[in-house]
Structures are given as C-alpha cells and as structure tokens.
C-alpha cells in the first residue's frame, strides 16, 4: 500500500453521486462500527466529482474535479471508482491498478464487459480489484458464491436481478395496467432512468448474470455470449392467463450447467406462485443458487440505491483493510472466485435450451382451429400440458394460450414458423419460457 500512514486506510472516491455520496455518508455515519470491524479507520481523504457537494465533503482534506489525480496520488490506498459509463472509467481503474492501488468499483457493466482485462492487470500488479457493489446491491451474493459456496458445484442459478423490472412487473400484476403506464410511473418515481433501455430490455441484468455466471463456473467473463431479452412486449393478459395456470411473469437472468454445455440467458419467465422467486415484488432482488451439496438458497434485498450499494462497497473496504492489517500484500481470493478460469464449458445459444413454453397464438374464432395447432406441434414432437381458450365479445379473433412440456427451442422456432403459415392465424405468437426449478424450495 502506498498512504503514508499505515493505521489509516486512505480512500479516493471518483464520482460522487448517489453511490459514492451514500459511500461517503455511510463511511462517516457508522465510523466508530467500521473501525472496530475493519481493525483500522477507513478514512475518504480525496473526493474527484464534476458537481461540488461541500455539505457532503465537509470531512474530506482534497476535493477536485480530475479523477485521475486521484490514481497517481501516493497517499491514497483504494480507489473507489462509483462514476459509472465505460471509457473515463475504464482508464481511472487501469490507472488506479497499474498504480498499485487497489480499486473498489460499482460498474457492473465495465466488469462484464471489460473484466477479463482488468482483473488480469489487478493480478499482475498484486492488488484487488473489488466489485460486491455490482451485482444485486446491498446482497452479498458474490461473496456468498465466492467464499460461502465455494465448496459446491453450482447446478444453477437464477434471479431477479433488476429493480426497475421487477416492479414494473409487480405493478402490472397488480393493476392490470399496461407496459408503458407503469413504465411512466417508474421513471415519475426514480426507478427508471429517462432512457430504460439497460433495464427493461434486459442488458442491466445480463451484465450482471455475466459476473455471477463466470463465479459460479469458473469461466471466464462472456457477456456478448449472455442471451437477452426484454419485458416490453409482455401484455396484462399475459399476466392473466400466467396467473390462471398458478404461475407469475418474472424478468429471471438464469445460468444453468447442463450435460451438453452452459446455458445464459435473460428474458421473461414464468414461475410457479408456490415458488419464493415469483413472491418477489417491487424493486426488491432476490437469487437463487442451487449447489450439490448445500441444496437451494436464497439471497434477496433491496438491489439498488445510495443505501444498499453503498453498504456492499463499504463492506469490500472493510476487506481490504483487514487484509493489510493481516500483512496480505496481494489478493488471497481470486477476483472470479477460482484460480482456474479456463473452463471447457461451451456457453449454448438460445436455440439449444430445454424449457417449457407458454404461447399466446391468436386465432380466428371458428371450428377446428384447435386440431390444426395441436397437430402442428405433434408433427415436431411438442407435447401440450396446458390449454385455455378465450372468448372476446365482438370480436372474430380469440388468444389460445398453451403451456407445452419440455422442448428444445429450435424444435420450437420450426413449429412456430409452421403456425405463421396457418390461415387461422391472425398474428404473432408470444413466447413465454416456463422454468420449474426443480430442487427449489
């Protein structure tokens, strides 16, 4: 370490928005606590913000505007990186690590997408690049799968792993609303950005799913092989009719290990009511991890906001400076939790998974329409589990809803195209999968 005071841990935060001030505000709060946990004061002594926040940085020696200063200046220990985007934030972290500073970072989607790089820097420069704070918030769920699981061979894992998803959702659920009314009442209440995209089409999650999944397997980071899917095409009436068949619509990132390679993928699910995931609601998170010895567990919490990250990025401070006080001079847990990360597992695209499906087809309202479709889906060797038929006053077309049994998806994608070919069919068909968990409590 490089302070000059060795009973101090001297902190840099870069970016003072709402994590990094609920960093600092937490840091000051709970003083007297984090000392006594961390065996030494962690003590923010340099703050890099582009807007001054005095009644925040009372406490704080330096405050400027350049967080690259920051990297470059020996009295700081840890770098704590909470700005967010790619490439400023990319160089302050190099920067910081090549500096032989230990870094804690909040940047979900830099570690996804540019983690491979950064933690093979981090290494070579013997220092740690921390991340609890990226997925999932105040959960501690890469702890948990580097350190508290690291015993088992994780079968699979799955989570509500986006806030703003989740209550959209919820509130659909609730209120039989429409997507983007409740999409409007979410930006109206700070849970959706102005630009949702990251969150409602799936690619927040998927970042995150990248970091877990590469924990979980020991494989290396692989977020453009992360299947991803959004929630805006999902109706009220596909909540309903999920709702008839005892199930709920959840926005699900899901690894699993399969015999024929690993599966990635966000999109919407459908999850059995008696299950604990589809009784998360609002902006609350929640995963599940199930492993060979320990069974199924469940982490959930709030995912988001100054509170709950910044308590995930105090606690990866709390770390490193029990690690110093220990004479640790470089990182004893590996940033992807193993020391291999050269697995042969091949990532499977979407159209070898095995799921259920739900399928919402709409129809012309006339005799045998259901002995077409049910032989469209015979003659690919799709089994039906499930049907409910509608009827809508006053219109010719009527929604078919059918749950099938366990199918591969191109199998699926073929019978799909055959049931656009059909006269009677009036419309797109919505996809749904359907996952059981099986061994979940």
């Given at each position: 370490?490089?302070?000059?005071?060795?009973?101090?841990?001297?902190?840099?935060?870069?970016?003072?928005?709402?994590?990094?001030?609920?960093?600092?505000?937490?840091?000051?709060?709970?003083?007297?606590?984090?000392?006594?946990?961390?065996?030494?004061?962690?003590?923010?002594?340099?703050?890099?913000?582009?807007?001054?926040?005095?009644?925040?940085?009372?406490?704080?020696?330096?405050?400027?505007?350049?967080?690259?200063?920051?990297?470059?200046?020996?009295?700081?220990?840890?770098v704590v990186e909470t700005m967010g985007g790619y490439d400023v934030a990319f160089e302050v972290i190099q920067r910081a690590l090549s500096n032989?500073?230990?870094?804690?970072?909040?940047?979900?989607?830099?570690?996804?997408?540019?983690?491979?790089?950064?933690?093979a820097l981090a290494s070579a420069s013997e220092v740690t690049l921390a991340f609890e704070s990226a997925v999932a918030g105040g959960i501690p769920i890469i702890k948990a799968l580097?350190?508290?699981?690291?015993?088992?061979?994780?079968?699979?894992?799955?989570?509500?792993?986006?806030?703003?998803?989740?209550?959209?959702?919820?509130?659909?659920?609730?209120?039989?609303?429409?997507?983007?009314?409740?999409?409007?009442?979410?930006?109206?209440?700070?849970?959706?950005?102005a630009d949702p995209t990251f969150d409602v089409e799936g690619i927040d999650a998927a970042h995150k799913l990248t970091i877990m999944s590469a924990i979980a397997f020991g494989i290396p980071l692989q977020f453009e092989k992360t299947y991803t899917e959004g929630i805006s095409g999902i109706s009220p009436a596909d909540?309903?009719?999920?709702?008839?068949f005892g199930y709920r619509i959840k926005h699900l990132g899901i690894a699993r290990?399969?015999?024929?390679?690993l599966e990635m993928r966000v999109h919407p699910t459908l999850v059995s009511n008696t299950r604990l995931l589809a009784n998360v609601?609002?902006?609350?998170?929640?995963?599940?991890?199930?492993?060979?010895?320990?069974?199924?567990?469940?982490?959930?919490?709030?995912?988001?906001?100054?509170?709950?990250?910044?308590?995930?990025?105090?606690?990866?401070?709390?770390?490193?400076?029990?690690?110093?006080?220990?004479?640790?001079?470089?990182?004893?847990?590996?940033?992807?939790?193993?020391?291999?990360?050269?697995?042969?597992?091949d990532v499977l695209p979407i159209e070898q998974i095995e799921v259920g499906y739900y399928l919402k087809i709409p129809v012309l309202?006339?005799?045998?329409?259901?002995?077409?479709?049910?032989?469209?889906?015979?003659?690919?060797?799709?089994?039906?589990?499930?049907?409910?038929?509608?009827?809508i006053e006053n219109s010719e077309t009527v929604p078919v809803v059918i749950l099938t049994q366990v199918v591969r998806e191109q199998e699926l994608n073929a019978a799909l195209d055959a049931l656009a070919e059909l006269d009677e069919v009036t419309g797109p068909v919505t996809r749904i999968r359907i996952e059981p968990f099986d061994g979940e409590a």
């Open positions: 370490m490089s302070g000059k005071n060795k009973e101090i841990l001297s902190v840099g935060i870069c970016g003072l928005g709402t994590v990094g001030g609920g960093t600092l505000s937490l840091l000051e709060q709970n003083a007297r606590l984090i000392t006594a946990r961390a065996g030494c004061p962690i003590r923010v002594t340099h703050v890099a913000t582009r807007t001054p926040k005095p009644d925040l940085c009372g406490q704080v020696a330096q405050t400027g505007s350049d967080p690259l200063a920051i990297t470059s200046d020996p009295e700081i220990d840890v032989g500073k230990h870094v804690v970072t909040a940047n979900k989607a830099l570690i996804a997408e540019r983690g491979n790089e950064l933690f580097r350190e508290g699981l690291a015993a088992n061979d994780i079968e699979w894992l799955a989570g509500i792993i986006n806030g703003t998803g989740n209550f959209i959702l919820s509130e659909m659920s609730a209120k039989q609303s429409e997507f983007s009314e409740v999409l409007q009442q979410a930006q109206e209440l700070g849970y959706a950005e909540i309903s009719f999920a709702e008839e290990k399969t015999a024929r390679g609601n609002g902006v609350g998170n929640a995963v599940m991890v199930q492993g060979n010895f320990v069974g199924s567990t469940l982490y959930s919490g709030p995912g988001a906001g100054a509170e709950a990250t910044a308590s995930a990025v105090v606690a990866d401070l709390i770390d490193l400076a029990r690690d110093r006080l220990a004479g640790v001079k470089s990182p004893v847990r590996p940033a992807l939790g193993s020391t291999q990360t050269g697995s042969s597992l309202d006339k005799l045998g329409v259901m002995a077409k479709l049910s032989a469209v889906l015979q003659q690919r060797g799709i089994s039906i589990e499930a049907i409910i038929q509608k009827e």
